[in-house]
């Protein structure tokens, strides 16, 4: 078994061969004369649920655009963009690194996904005392829905009743989607789930926002077109939230 030691230097040798790849990329696109592709870093549920909209909307305007994304959990997302591995990152907060500047992406609620079939499906809100005896499909520990879940949980005097686990909120999506029990979600994953006949999706009471943000590196000249892509994330972004929180609104209407 690997020790702390052995994980820590794997991570320190896996930068710097993706750093080594990305100088010779861009040496074979200066030989082109090829636009380098911007390096966007981003969790998996902000790759799935937002930027695969952003991007779509944003190609077709600038066809010549490209791009290049990578998938990491939030706390290597950091570390990866203040070394100059990527230009341009997106991550739920906090965020705390002195080489890393931050923008507002969108200040977002949290979800409940649900089976549709089931009776708390017909409520337009869901808190605490409705989901505390249902069991749950969480995130694992240290992933930020999991502190704000068990934090809830802790502020009523309750503990919740996980019935699995899994590494991403896409997955916990999905397990729902396929009958297992429910869960907190973020909006760019539910996002995913409004076209499944079999979901419900319900805004969360206490409401719980949650702010997503542009990481930068500190002091990094930025290009006009990456300046763009960023502005044009934020505005699908914050249309994105608006159009799932009305989503969980009409639908519990049909529903109820």
């Known amino acids: 078994?690997?020790?702390?030691?052995?994980?820590?230097?794997?991570?320190?040798?896996?930068?710097?061969?993706?750093a080594l790849a990305e100088i010779e990329a861009n040496a074979r696109n200066i030989r082109d004369q090829e636009q380098a592709p911007l390096r966007i870093l981003a969790q998996s549920h902000i790759a799935h649920g937002l930027l695969s909209v952003a991007l779509s909307g944003?190609?077709?305007?600038h066809p010549g655009f490209r791009f290049s994304i990578e998938i990491r959990q939030r706390e290597y997302i950091s570390q990866w963009v203040a070394n100059r591995?990527?230009?341009?990152?997106?991550a739920p907060q906090p965020i705390d690194h002195p080489q890393i500047e931050t923008e507002l992406l969108v200040k977002a609620p949290v979800y409940v996904v649900l089976p549709r079939k089931h009776p708390l499906a017909a409520k337009r809100r869901l808190g605490v005392a409705d989901i505390a005896d249902e069991p749950l499909v969480a995130v694992r520990f240290g992933i930020p829905m999991r502190t704000r879940l068990d934090a809830?949980?802790?502020?009523?005097?309750?503990?919740p009743v996980i019935q699995g686990e899994t590494a991403s909120m896409v997955s916990a999506c999905q397990l729902v989607a396929g009958g297992l029990g429910?869960?907190?979600?973020?909006?760019?994953?539910?996002?995913l789930f409004t076209k499944y006949p079999a979901v419900a999706i319900r805004l969360f009471r206490p409401q719980?926002?949650?702010?997503?943000?542009?990481?930068?590196?500190?002091?990094?000249?930025?290009?006009?077109?990456?300046?763009?892509?960023?502005?044009?994330?934020?505005v699908?972004?914050?249309?994105?939230?608006?159009?799932?929180?009305?989503?969980?609104?009409?639908?519990?209407?049909?529903?109820?």
């Open 85 to 90: 591995q990527f230009d341009i990152g997106f």
């Open 208 to 234: 719980l926002l949650v702010d997503y943000l542009i990481l930068w590196r500190d002091g990094e000249e930025r290009s006009r077109l990456t300046e763009e892509f960023a502005a044009h994330v934020q």
């Open 152 to 159: 809830v949980y802790a502020t009523h005097g309750v503990n």
């Open 58 to 61: 944003f190609c077709k305007k």
């Open 182 to 191: 429910m869960t907190l979600a973020d909006p760019f994953s539910a996002a």
């Open 1 to 18: 078994m690997p020790t702390a030691e052995g994980f820590a230097f794997y991570g320190e040798t896996e930068r710097a061969i993706a």
């Open 236 to 256: 699908t972004a914050n249309a994105l939230v608006r159009k799932v929180s009305q989503y969980a609104d009409s639908a519990a209407l049909e529903v109820a």
